[in-house]
C-alpha cells in the first residue's frame, strides 16, 4: 500500500477555501484517493474519493494531476464545525485502510 | 438503519482481564474491520473480515481475537488485557470492493482503559 504523506497541521478562519496537500509518490495504477474525516470522539467519515483529474461533492473537492504522485482536498469557506482530522488515504480493491497521522484542521472565528 | 453499533463504549479492565468488544452492522456488508487509535494518532487495523467464517490479520493483531460467524457480527475478544491496549477502538464495515475502494462506516468507538 502506498504511503502517504501529510501536513501535521493547519489553521483558517471562517469562510476561506482551505487546501490540504497528500503526496504519495508510489501510487499504483489499480490505487484509488479516498479523503476521511475524523471529528474528536467519533469514528472516520468518508468525505471523497478519486482517481484523476478532479472529483467534486456536496463537501469537497478533490484534484489530482495527472502523475497522479498528489492529491489536494480543497474545502470551500470552512466554518467552524469543519474543525477536524483529515486523512488521505491510497489503496486498490483493498478494504484495508492504512491510516497516517492526518492532518488537523482548526478552523477559527 | 442503525449503521454501524459499538459496545461498550468505555470499559475499564485491569490488566490480566479478558473481555469482548460487539461489533454490528445491519447493512449486509461482506467486509468488516477493527482498528486502535492511540492519542494523536492515525487508526491501525487490527484485524478483518471479508465475509463470515473468514478473518485475517492487520496490522497490529497481537493479542486480539475475532471470529465472524455471522454477516452482522464481528466481536474483538482481548485474552489478557495489558495496559498497551489502552485505546479507542473502531469498529468498521463496507462493501467488498472488487476495484475501488469501498466507503468504510465507522461505528462510535469504545473508549477501553486497562489499569
Known amino acids: 500500500l502506498a504511503k502517504t504523506t501529510q501536513p501535521i497541521s493547519m489553521d483558517s478562519y471562517e469562510g476561506q477555501e482551505v487546501n490540504i496537500t497528500c503526496s504519495h509518490n508510489?501510487?499504483?495504477?489499480?490505487?484509488?484517493i479516498t479523503w476521511y474525516q475524523q471529528f474528536p470522539s467519533q469514528g472516520p467519515r468518508f468525505i471523497i474519493q478519486?482517481?484523476?483529474t478532479k472529483v467534486t461533492n456536496e463537501v469537497a473537492s478533490l484534484f489530482i494531476p495527472a502523475d497522479r504522485k498528489s492529491s489536494t482536498l480543497s474545502l470551500p469557506r470552512v466554518s467552524l464545525s469543519d474543525t477536524a482530522v483529515y486523512y488521505c488515504?491510497?489503496?486498490?480493491?483493498?478494504?484495508?485502510?492504512?491510516f497516517g497521522a492526518g492532518t488537523i484542521l482548526r478552523v477559527k472565528s | 438503519n442503525a449503521g454501524v453499533t459499538q459496545t461498550p463504549k468505555f470499559q475499564v479492565l485491569k490488566t490480566g482481564q479478558s473481555m469482548t468488544l460487539q461489533c454490528a452492522q445491519d447493512?449486509?456488508?461482506?467486509?468488516m474491520s477493527w482498528y486502535r487509535q492511540d492519542p494523536g494518532m492515525g487508526l491501525r487495523l487490527i484485524h478483518y473480515?471479508?465475509?463470515?467464517?473468514?478473518?485475517d490479520q492487520g496490522e497490529v493483531p497481537n493479542g486480539y481475537n475475532v471470529s465472524r460467524s455471522t454477516t452482522e457480527d464481528f466481536p474483538l475478544r482481548l485474552l489478557s488485557a495489558a495496559p498497551s491496549q489502552t485505546s479507542v477502538y473502531f469498529c468498521?464495515?463496507?462493501?467488498?470492493?472488487?476495484?475501488?475502494?469501498?466507503?468504510?462506516?465507522f461505528g462510535p468507538g469504545t473508549r477501553l482503559l486497562v489499569l
Open positions: 488515504l491510497v489503496g486498490d480493491n483493498g478494504n484495508k485502510l492504512v
Open positions: 473480515s471479508v465475509g463470515a467464517g473468514i478473518t
Open positions: 468498521a464495515s463496507s462493501y467488498l470492493g472488487l476495484a475501488e475502494q469501498e466507503t468504510q462506516y
Open positions: 478519486g482517481y484523476k
Open positions: 447493512m449486509n456488508h461482506e467486509y
Open positions: 508510489n501510487i499504483a495504477t489499480n490505487d484509488y
